[in-house]
């Protein structure tokens, strides 16, 4: 990922103040809200992703041209999901919004590891989970499942 630039505004999360805000020349990163319903222009993605809004370790994807929400990284677990809207996919957001995710979640938040799961035949969420680090640590039938351990991203 690029540089990018953090900002120390505390954002509400639940109760607790927890999040800043991660700006790239591209996108801003910030706290996926309770009551955000909408991804900006047309997308394929469920509403459910609004689902783990105010919960911690979820993330809105916001395109600086646009301001408007492209996508989603949840991880308010260990196993970490990424949506991004049909319409902004092949422009980096994926890449570059999972990299600053994992910033926070290491850096800011504290999390030991986080774990994925991705279709073998889905290149592009390969070469996603492969740019920002994460090892392929089993396959199993059509699934790749992947992990990143704060041990190793503090070498990235």
Same mark, same amino acid.
């Given at each position: ?5 953090? #900002? ?36 394929? @993605? +469920?509403?459910?992703?609004?689902? #783990?809004?105010? %919960? /911690? ?5 916001? +395109?600086?041209?646009? %301001? ?5 990284? @949840? ?23 999972? +990299? @600053? ?9 504290? %999390? /030991? ?44």
């Amino acid at each position: 990922a690029g540089a990018y630039f953090l #900002y120390f505004r505390a954002v509400h999360q639940g109760r607790d103040l927890v999040m800043t805000r991660l700006e790239t020349e591209e996108l801003i990163l910030r706290p996926l809200q309770k009551n955000e319903t909408e991804l900006g222009g047309s997308c394929c @993605l +469920s509403a459910s992703v609004f689902d #783990y809004g105010g %919960r /911690e370790g979820c993330f809105a994807v916001v +395109s600086k041209e646009s %301001r408007k929400i492209v996508g989603t990284v @949840l991880c308010p677990e260990e196993e970490l999901k990424v949506f991004i809207a049909e319409n902004s996919r092949d422009l980096g957001f994926g890449a570059d919004g999972l +990299s @600053l995710a994992l910033d926070a979640l290491f850096g800011l938040m504290g %999390r /030991e590891k986080v774990t994925a799961v991705c279709e073998k035949n889905n290149l592009p969420a390969v070469k996603m989970l492969l740019h920002c680090g994460m090892e392929q640590i089993k396959e199993e039938n059509t699934l790749l499942h992947w992990a990143l351990t704060r041990e190793v991203w503090e070498r990235i």
